[in-house]
């Protein structure tokens, strides 16, 4: 049910258009690249800019784009000129919270919404909100609640699309609640199926429910195909990051089951609640971000994928679909550690793929935020190259990882290559009491993980084998100053038993 708010007070809305690209001129090419035999070019469309987390390519041939303060901005494709829309006072943002993400109205002309989703803080406690908002004079007016559920610090989600029969799709976060992905009465870790006016669709799996599906840690990408299947991306815990393929009532088992159904207690469970697989998942993580269903011939190569962003490997991956849209045959890893964090990816109606940086945000990666971050990248056919042509690289897996290279892949993205952490997030390892004190207090901490008073977790990292724990605890013992003993295969081992 919409609820309207008729306080002008909660909106700070701008009359000035703030443009950063420049009427008539070219935008700047920074790199070529080429998929196989398309020769690309990216370029810059917008620089400046403040974690834009949601971009939507909307059928006004605009690009619409929230960043996480609270700004929405309408950016023309082809200049880079940019309007602000509106600005949301309401929105708190910390770490992951803020302005989220963003839909059109599939019909924009003669039904001109914008739905968004935003956390704000209530007497002292967290919420997320849906709002619908109609575009009349090149501004977002008439604020609309559709509907507002429980939030957290984290683990929010959180993407917004319609889907093809004219329902608002809304993947939250289980918001670090320890079962309530799994609980049908919690809409947190949940895909919620909503009319254009915020009520229950009577075709829903539970016609008194919002919910469509369930199992969820933290959905990061949202898309359907041409085929109208819907497609996830999911973050996990220290492993299994996910690609799922969305059915109607079904279960994806978080956090029972993480990734493939591998564990004797994941298949008990998936018999007993019908738990679904996913198409895809990645250890060590790689943190999914933002995903579009990509299938123009403008670059032949990419069609019919799934395109997405990637946080901790910063990275743009296509990931090939078969025929029939059930199963990804093949992945391909671009600009690694290029441009930094990937937040979000969509494509134009001309085949365009627009990427944006998530540079300015909680947990930038080693070197960034650069100038001009953060960015939104525009990629195009190109005539000719006029830089080194960038391929792709495939994403194999590695057989085996000494100490340092296991660090990197399941440590570094939250206690940094350095060891110094995130001031009052991730604690530093560098000269840390913990890491150079008692051994089997650190192994118990690894083993078993860490919860936090928010509902924030340090993972357990059990999956780990004697050796690879061994190689990752004595590495961190050892190094950045520390000078601790070093730690036998064997205490590992009777200290997991």
Not at 272 to 292: D, I
Request: glycine fraction near 10%; aromatic fraction near 8%.
């Amino acid at each position: 049910m919409i609820f309207l708010r008729k306080k002008i007070s909660i909106l700070f809305l701008l009359s000035f258009a703030a443009c950063t690209g420049r009427k008539g001129e070219e935008l700047q090419t920074i790199d070529n690249l080429q998929p196989a035999n398309t020769l690309l070019k990216v370029e810059v469309l917008v620089s400046g800019m403040d974690v834009p987390w949601d971009l939507h390519y909307g059928s006004d041939d605009h690009l619409w784009v929230t960043e996480q303060g609270g700004n929405v901005w309408r950016i023309h494709p082809a200049t880079g000129e940019r309007k602000q829309v509106l600005y949301i006072r309401d929105v708190w943002r910390q770490r992951t919270t803020g302005l989220l993400g963003i839909t059109l109205h599939p019909n924009f002309a003669h039904n001109p919404f914008v739905f968004l989703n935003y956390t704000l803080m209530r007497d002292s406690r967290i919420f997320s909100r849906l709002e619908r908002y109609r575009f009349q004079n090149d501004t977002l007016v008439e604020p609309a609640t559709m509907l507002e559920i429980g939030g957290n610090t984290g683990h929010n989600g959180s993407r917004i699309t319609v889907s093809p029969d004219g329902k608002i799709m809304w993947a939250t976060g289980d918001a670090h609640g320890v079962m309530s992905a799994q609980e049908d009465t919690c809409l947190n870790g949940k895909i919620l199926r909503l009319d254009m006016d915020g009520n229950i669709p009577a075709d829903n799996p539970d016609p008194k429910s919002y919910v469509w599906a369930k199992g969820f840690r933290n959905i990061q990408g949202l898309t359907y195909s041409d085929k109208g299947i819907l497609y996830t991306s999911e973050h996990g815990d220290a492993i299994e990051d996910e690609i799922n393929l969305i059915v109607k009532g079904a279960n994806y088992g978080w956090p029972v089951v993480e990734g493939f159904h591998n564990l004797e207690k994941e298949q008990v469970f998936a018999a007993a609640g019908s738990s679904l697989e996913p198409l895809h998942a990645w250890t060590p993580v790689v943190a999914p971000s933002g995903m579009t269903f990509y299938n123009h011939p403008a670059i032949p190569e990419w069609t019919n994928s799934l395109l997405l962003g990637t946080l901790k490997t910063q990275s743009l991956r296509v990931l090939q679909l078969n025929d029939a849209g059930t199963a990804i045959v093949k992945e391909e890893v671009f600009f690694a550690d290029r441009y930094g964090r990937i937040r979000d990816v969509c494509s134009g109606k001309d085949g365009a793929v627009y990427v944006s940086t998530s540079n300015r945000d909680w947990n930038p990666g080693t070197g960034f935020p650069k100038q001009g971050d953060d960015r939104i990248l525009k990629i195009t056919p190109a005539g000719k190259a006029i830089y080194t042509v960038l391929k792709s690289s495939s994403a194999g897996a590695v057989i085996k990882l000494n100490g340092q290279e296991l660090y990197q892949q399941y440590c570094a993205s939250c206690h940094k290559p350095e060891g110094t952490g995130v001031k009052g997030i991730f604690p530093a390892l560098k000269n840390s009491a913990i890491v150079n004190g008692s051994a089997h207090h650190l192994i118990e901490l690894l083993l078993k993980g860490k919860k936090g008073k928010d509902g924030s977790a340090m993972p357990a990292f059990s999956f780990l084998k004697d050796e690879e724990m061994t190689a990752v605890i004595n590495y961190i013992r050892s190094s950045w100053g520390n000078k601790a003993t070093a730690v036998s295969k064997k205490t590992i081992t009777q200290t997991r038993r």
